[in-house]
């Protein structure tokens, strides 16, 4: 009778499970736009610039995480047809790769974010020194300096994930970039606002109040989703942490998996706010797909 | 992650014998967690994170719109900018990059502007004649390039502003609104 009270308490938070046909489309989806963009620039000279090759991280980035869904999906449905064993060792060494994966995209992510703030902020504040400020080499010296401690950080906190040392600075780590990127952004909102106020005091332009509501919607936007898809993971890992026994954390914890998907969403809506905002690479697309037919 | 389950299995089963690392679709096999007298409702953290993150971005927008009601700081710059007011086709709903408080060498600043100026004032013709229609936008790397070479002495500069990438987050979306003379307009000259 105690498994069966056992079993009687576990059902009153089971585990909310996204279906398999659903999460499949997502990861495929994610990935699929991703590698559009990085098949773009690279065929496209015009795109061979320090804010495509940021945005190109941040399609990486998702790529990883998406692919880390999926191949975790794929091996656990091997498991269950039984090809894999429970217990082995190659399967733990591999779930570890799978897991310093998977926090290897979440860092490339936020990182990559946060280059891609840093540089609109200097295309904005230092205009006319830009392309001495952020030459092709430096871009790619600063992407593979991001990489570089991402891939250290992301084996180190999968192999340490046991101490609680490491996912304190884990969870300190987003908050603090979510919040220098929306001081970037401020700052450049700021000074967008204050032009425009320059300008509607000209008696020969005409302008738009809801141009500058544009601006707070893209600010928005771009923190909101972020946010949205990547703290609900964050507060997970906090809960596992630090109250695994509270009823409360326990039925928080039951919606994990909508919570992935939540995070393979992003992977599908970063495109969309970054990369297909500009024309040029729009028009690349256009031509990809014109000419394949 | 399975990694996660390594840790609550450690801190809650460390009775159980057996191992404590399997694949498996339900990622936390709880020990005894009760869910008897509850005060709250149970899914009230769930709620609680999700209510308290819309309320955190509604407030981060409100916060922002009401960043374009107030004054604006930069109310001393007026009268050069005023000077020099002829440029109009850059959308400006976001970053423009054109000004801040920081001024660099004045010459230097008088050549690059006059240059910039003229390069712009280039573009700015040939955006009229032919995108009319879904207006002129800043991340206009093609529009550089389509700048008629003969503009004489200025095409080496040239060729260094069709590397200059302005934000693509200051474009609008499909559905923009903002039609030719809608634009926010006029590029003041860069006082960086």
Same mark, same amino acid.
């Not at chain 2, 020990?31 to 149970?42: D, I, N, Q, R, T």
């Not at chain 2, 008629?148 to 200025?154: L, T, V």
């Given at each position: 009778e105690n498994i069966s009270d056992f079993s009687l308490n576990i059902t009153d938070c089971t585990q909310v499970v996204v279906p398999e046909e659903v999460f499949f489309t997502v990861a495929a989806a994610g990935i699929l736009e991703n590698l559009l963009i990085l098949i773009a620039v690279v065929r496209?000279?015009?795109?061979?610039?320090p804010m495509y090759f940021f945005i190109c991280s941040l399609a990486i980035s998702d790529m990883l995480g998406s692919l880390y869904k999926t191949l975790e999906n794929i091996f656990i449905i091997l498991c269950k047809m039984g090809y894999?064993?429970?217990?082995?060792d190659f399967e733990k060494k591999l779930d570890d790769a799978m897991d310093s994966m998977f926090i290897l995209s979440l860092l490339g992510s936020i990182f990559s974010l946060l280059a891609i703030a840093a540089d609109r902020y200097i295309t904005i504040f230092y205009a006319l020194r830009y392309h001495n400020i952020m030459t092709l080499r430096r871009a790619l010296v600063i992407l593979a300096i991001i990489w570089a401690f991402c891939a250290g950080s992301s084996i180190a906190i999968a192999l340490f994930?046991?101490?609680a040392a490491t996912v304190i600075p884990f969870t300190i780590l987003f908050p603090l970039m979510m919040f220098f990127i929306l001081c970037l952004y401020v700052h450049m909102f700021l000074l967008a606002r204050s032009h425009a106020k320059k300008i509607a005091s000209l008696p020969s332009s005409t302008v738009h109040h809801r141009t500058n509501m544009k601006g707070a919607i893209t600010l928005t936007i771009f923190l909101g989703v972020f946010l949205c898809c990547w703290a609900p993971f964050v507060l997970h890992i906090l809960l596992a942490r630090f109250?695994?026994?509270?009823p409360y954390c326990a039925c928080y914890m039951s919606i994990f998996h909508v919570n992935g998907t939540l995070i393979m969403c992003n992977a599908i809506i970063n495109p969309m706010i970054f990369?297909?905002?500009s024309p040029e690479l729009r028009s690349t697309f256009k031509k990809m797909f014109y000419c394949s037919r | 992650m399975s990694a996660l389950r390594l840790i609550s299995n450690r801190t809650s089963q460390?009775?159980?014998?057996?191992?404590?690392?399997t694949w498996d679709y339900e990622y936390y096999e709880y020990?005894?967690?009760?869910?008897?007298?509850?005060?709250?409702?149970?899914y009230s953290i769930v709620i609680g994170f999700w209510v308290g993150l819309a309320v955190f971005v509604i407030f981060m927008f409100f916060v922002l719109t009401l960043l374009t009601k107030t004054g604006a700081p930069?109310?001393?710059n007026a009268e050069i900018s005023d000077k020099r007011f002829?440029? =109009?086709s850059f959308v400006a709903?976001?970053?423009?990059? $054109?000004?801040?408080?920081r001024v660099f060498s004045p010459q230097m600043a008088e050549e690059s502007q006059s240059l910039f100026h003229f390069c712009i004032n280039e573009v700015g013709h040939m955006n009229k004649e032919k995108e009319s229609q879904k207006g002129p936008s800043l991340q206009s790397n093609t529009h550089f390039q389509e700048v008629?070479?003969?503009?004489?002495?200025?095409e080496e500069d040239l060729h260094c502003l069709t590397?200059?990438?302005?934000? =693509?987050?200051v474009n609008t979306e499909q559905?923009?609104? $903002?039609?030719e003379d809608d634009l926010l307009i006029s590029e003041p000259p860069i006082i960086l």
């Open positions: 496209n000279k015009n795109l061979h610039l894999l064993t429970r217990h082995g994930s046991y101490e109250c695994p026994h509270n990369a297909f905002r | 460390q009775a159980l014998s057996n191992s404590d690392y020990g005894p967690v009760s869910f008897e007298g509850l005060k709250a409702h149970k930069h109310q001393d002829h440029m =109009n709903d976001f970053g423009k990059p $054109l000004e801040s408080e008629p070479k003969s503009s004489g002495i200025f590397k200059f990438n302005i934000p =693509n987050f559905n923009s609104s $903002l039609g």
